[in-house]
């Protein structure tokens, strides 16, 4: 099994920055892809974004692309979101997932998922 805990999340006025975090620990692959999506009150889940752990490769949602960036850290098993000029409309719960395969996680079918962290983007 494998277990991912986030945290980081937090109330931030529009405009500045939070960083998230997702550790991962337990069972490990030879290859796997980590994301983050996000989950806003009575909205469905939408991908924000994905790593590759492996070779580094990232996606990002058209909504996010230039104000989010994901990177890992491959020694401490913790995937990062920063997230910099936040939005109101980027508040939601967000929950980083895990899959050996990258379009299962990017899809949001991952195998693996935290339980969240809460992001409030006040105006």
């Known amino acids: 099994q494998v277990q991912l805990v986030e945290s980081g999340g937090g109330l931030v006025q529009a405009g500045g920055s939070l960083r998230l975090s997702c550790a991962a620990s337990?069972?490990?692959?030879?290859?796997?892809?980590m994301g983050w999506f996000r989950q806003a009150p009575g909205k469905e889940r939408e991908f924000v974004a994905a790593?590759?752990?492996?070779?580094?490769?990232?996606y990002y949602a058209d909504s996010v692309k230039g104000r989010f960036t994901i990177s890992r850290d491959i020694t401490k098993n913790t995937v990062y979101l920063q997230m910099n000029s936040l939005k109101p409309e980027d508040t939601a719960v967000y929950s980083c997932?895990?899959?050996?395969?990258?379009?299962?996680?990017?899809?949001?079918?991952?195998?693996?998922w935290g339980k969240g962290t809460l992001v409030t983007v006040s105006s």
């Open positions: 997932s895990l899959d050996q395969n990258p379009l299962v996680t990017i899809q949001g079918r991952g195998a693996y």
């Open positions: 790593i590759n752990w492996s070779g580094g490769r990232t």
């Open positions: 337990g069972r490990t692959f030879s290859s796997y892809a």
